[in-house]
């Protein structure tokens, strides 16, 4: 990750070079944050694949952004982490790394021992974990965002076809491959304690 100048997220498929696109309202109040000024150049990104460069447009109370250059990226290789979601403030920094590392695909899993605890990750928090997941994507500069997935029991998980190679982290196991190829990965942690 690195954090140069100022980016934006312009909703997906949200147009094409030479047009304007009205930034949404957490946009919005980032850029009266950070105290944006009109006309000034941004780094554009949207979460799927779309990188460019725009300029502020300030009309009224509303801003939007001037499409200068668009590039699409090719989708990182399938890297899916199911984690234990016991700790709502652990698993939030972990799907923060998560963007960090490239994960694509972020699914909490509801094991016997994060049923019992009271600060777990609940669905009423993932709209806020999705957002806060796209604010560290603007700070990493990273075209792609991760999928978050809605919780599932972990039975339920391991029940379904995923493809490619898949680990689970045990102490006991084997050493992982010090390099990995494209092919699609999914490694599963937890449940914790």
């Known amino acids: 990750c690195s954090t140069t100048g100022m980016r934006v997220l312009i909703p997906r498929a949200g147009g094409a070079v030479g047009t304007r696109v009205t930034l949404d309202d957490n946009e919005v109040h980032h850029l009266r944050v950070r105290r944006a000024r009109d006309q000034e150049p941004v780094?554009?990104?949207?979460?799927?694949?779309?990188?460019?460069?725009?300029?502020?447009?300030?009309?009224?109370?509303?801003?939007?952004?001037?499409?200068?250059?668009?590039?699409?990226?090719?989708?990182?290789?399938?890297?899916?982490?199911?984690?234990?979601?016991?700790?709502?403030?652990?698993?939030?920094?972990?799907?923060?790394?998560?963007?960090?590392?490239?994960?694509?695909?972020?699914?909490?899993?509801?094991?016997?021992?994060?049923?019992?605890?009271?600060?777990?990750?609940?669905?009423?928090?993932?709209?806020?974990?999705?957002?806060?997941?796209?604010?560290?994507?603007?700070?990493?500069?990273?075209?792609?965002?991760?999928?978050?997935?809605?919780?599932?029991?972990?039975?339920?998980?391991l029940q379904q076809k995923r493809p490619g190679v898949g680990w689970l982290a045990d102490r006991a196991g084997e050493t992982v491959p010090f390099q990995l190829d494209s092919s699609p990965l999914t490694i599963v942690v937890g449940p914790e304690g």
């Open 43 to 157: 780094e554009l990104l949207d979460g799927a694949g779309l990188s460019g460069r725009g300029r502020l447009i300030h009309s009224g109370s509303d801003w939007l952004v001037e499409i200068e250059s668009l590039e699409h990226e090719q989708a990182p290789a399938e890297l899916t982490l199911a984690v234990a979601a016991g700790d709502r403030d652990r698993f939030i920094w972990m799907a923060e790394k998560s963007v960090e590392l490239g994960v694509t695909t972020l699914v909490p899993l509801l094991t016997t021992y994060t049923g019992a605890v009271a600060t777990r990750l609940k669905e009423s928090h993932l709209p806020r974990l999705r957002r806060s997941m796209l604010e560290v994507l603007k700070q990493c500069g990273s075209a792609w965002a991760p999928t978050l997935e809605d919780p599932v029991p972990l039975g339920s998980f």
